[in-house]
């Protein structure tokens, strides 16, 4: 039986619950909702949604490096969007991030985040070779 490895980026603030940034499962990562502060722990919650989208991403991909991942291994993605008027602008962000690599997803238009954030994002990725 394989054990679970608990995955941390330090280019991310530490989660503030009882959660892991990522966990790796033989050759899968999971990784958890992600919010948008930066890696200094200050929050962009009174930021516009282009830059808590740039900065929810930067934090999947970071907590994706330091579990042996990069984009073209995520295999889905979930996102959860404060209003539905902000998913162009996310699709956009999000095809600038992935490029060409189009992983299966889902965008979740909800009616708030936790600490006002406008976007949290996670994603379930492959480890190769």
């Given at each position: ?37 930066r ?11 282009a ?22 291994d ?56």
């Amino acid at each position: 039986m394989s054990a679970l490895e608990t995955i941390l980026s330090p280019d991310v603030p530490a989660p503030a619950g009882h959660y892991a940034q990522a966990v790796g499962y033989k050759d899968l990562v999971f990784v958890s909702g992600q919010l948008a502060p930066r890696p200094d722990g200050s929050h962009t919650a009174e930021e516009p949604f282009a830059v808590q989208a740039r900065q929810a991403l930067d934090n999947l991909l970071a907590i994706l490096r330091a579990g042996g991942c990069g984009p073209q291994d995520v295999v889905k993605v979930t996102a959860y969007l404060v209003g539905a008027g902000n998913w162009p602008e996310f699709n956009r962000i999000y095809a600038e991030a992935f490029g060409a690599h189009k992983p299966a997803r889902s965008v979740v238009p909800v009616p708030e985040l936790h600490y006002g954030y406008l976007i949290e994002i996670e994603a379930i990725a492959v480890r190769r070779g």
